[in-house]
């Protein structure tokens, strides 16, 4: 009964060993999904701020002539 014992906890570690390597996966996903959002939404601002500021300038030559 030994055998069996040892062989139930040998699979036992190898099914929490799979859950735990998907659970990393999904975990990793998650994080560069978000990251490439946070940089997607940066660069978004960026050039709105950009853009603003050129228009500002525009504003400020045109009201100078």
Not at 27 to 51: D, G, H, L, N, P
């Amino acid at each position: 009964d030994l055998h069996s014992t040892s062989r139930r906890q040998r699979q036992m570690c190898i099914r929490d060993s799979a859950a735990t390597e998907e659970k990393q996966t999904q975990i990793a996903t998650t994080a560069a999904t978000a990251a490439a959002s946070v940089a997607a939404t940066v660069a978004q601002t960026a050039v709105a701020q950009a853009t603003a500021e050129v228009k500002a300038a525009k504003a400020t030559e045109t009201a100078t002539e």
